[in-house]
């Protein structure tokens, strides 16, 4: 019988199993819903214990789909929202509070401190991320400030801080084992990325006592193994990364230059840096991409705010069509945008223009302008968003991005995939297994149980659906690119503050 690999992908919005034969095929899947809360403006928040029981309803239902028990699997991997923080009890292993989800801004006034005394510049040099609420460790510190008991349990020596990775390997273990994976690690604010350890400035300045975090562990490798009394069986919990470096890896970009992009609600898009750590000058954060060994990968990352989103409002606010899929055909029944473009900016711009008060924008509308053609333009926009990105991390790294891989809910459009590749002159290519965050984590752990003998092999199980050759020439690339600029700038500072 093949080997068995099981991927636990805990979301923002669900909780899933995958299980994958030893050839990367999908042999079971199930899904629960996760509910956030959202007790003030601002505040985004889930319940630690309804995490772990979805996550570990899912875990029982993939089993039973696939008629196999925990005994079966040869290795559990992890990959998880990241950021996302649990604070729980050491004693009795339940959390004291809420999970504070990753988008939440309630830490917004110590970040501005921060700023306000420089300590930002350390922060950006020491783990590579901006100071912003997003990342772990002010979450952490609101806790300790916050929530009864935190800090009386944080001098006991009891408190126990975990991004949702560390929450599941401990519920896994039955509360034996208080671990983390360092591309988890890289999403706190206080890991320092080049020594890859907690710093303890940065920890001083936060008032986190170091005894409340987790032990670092490398992407791929056993960590611990999953109680036997939770589903009968003790399977090596060996492979965890954050969720885009998992889809990195999953995408096997394993050599420097290569990215990938994920079309979704907003585009994430990370590329391999190698051993290299390369801090970006526009806005890009800097993160490791996974630990192999003794070898640390790095990686520059940046997101577009608005992308599917932007087809989201085209279909429920402007009712221009009923179903997503539509909008390929749409798009390729006119021959171009008309002189249409369309700025996203609904919640302001992102990297690399950084302008909170730019707003949403279509410009160059003729009496000839229809549908089509504020269809095309939009899709068009998620595709000029994503090459602004693209071209700042070649500006960071010196080095043009070599190719880029696809996935997410956006990326099944092909006319959005052939002008991507058009607009960036690059070979973009859409693999067969689009569920590449999972994959990533099964690779990871599959490789440290000797599934497969090395990353060679696991690039080979990697395969591609449709690749998309650009069609354009440079110069009319530049063209558009020059265009949308053009357009982008009519966005900016709209908003008076
Ligand atoms: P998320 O994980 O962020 O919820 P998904 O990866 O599931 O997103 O992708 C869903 C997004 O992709 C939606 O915003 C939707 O509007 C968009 N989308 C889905 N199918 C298409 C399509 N064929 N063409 C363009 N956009 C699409």
Known sequence: MSQIIMALDQGTTSSRTILFDENGKIVAVANAPLVCHYPQSGWVEQVPEEIWSSQRQTIEAALAQAKLSMKDISAVGITNQRESTIAWNRKTGDAIGPAINWQCRRTADFCEELKAEGFDRILKNRTGLVTDPYFSGTKMRWILENVPQA??????????????????????????????????????????????????????????????????????????????????????????????????????????????????????????????????????????????????????????????????????????????????????????????????????????????????TIVGLTRDTNRNHIVRASLEAIAYQSAEVLSSIAKDTGTEVKELRIDGGAAANNFLCQFQADLLGLKVTRPQVLETTAMGAAFLAGLAVGVWKDQAQIRSLWQEEKTFTPQLSKNEAVEHMKNWNRAVERSKGWIIP
Not at 187 to 199: G, H, K, M
Not at 218 to 231: C, D, K, Q, R, Y
Not at 300 to 306: C, D, K, T
């Open 151 to 360: 800090r009386k349990l944080a001098d006991q020596g009891n408190l126990c801080f975990g991004t949702v990775d560390s929450w599941l390997i401990w519920k896994l273990t039955g509360g034996r084992v208080h671990a983390t994976e360092i591309s988890n690690a890289s999403r706190t604010l206080v890991f320092n990325i080049d020594a890859c350890s907690w710093d303890d400035e940065i920890l001083a300045r936060f008032g986190i006592p170091r005894e409340t975090l987790p032990e670092v562990h490398p992407s791929s490798g056993v960590i611990a193994t999953v109680n036997p009394e939770l589903f009968g069986g003790e399977a090596p919990i060996a492979g965890v990364a954050g969720d885009q470096q998992a889809a990195l890896f999953g995408q096997a970009c394993f050599e420097p230059g290569m990215a990938k992009n994920t079309y979704g609600t907003g585009c994430f898009m990370i590329s391999n840096t190698g051993s290299e750590l390369v801090f970006s000058k526009h806005g890009l954060l800097t993160t490791i991409a996974w630990q192999i060994g003794n070898e640390v990968t790095y990686a520059l990352e940046g997101s577009v705010f608005i992308a599917g989103a932007l087809i989201q409002w085209l279909r429920d606010g402007l009712q221009l069509f009923e179903d997503a899929a539509e909008t390929q055909a749409m798009a390729e029944s006119v021959s171009d945008s008309g002189g249409v473009f369309v700025v996203p900016a609904f919640v302001g711009l992102g990297a690399p223009h950084w302008d909170p008060y730019a707003r949403g």
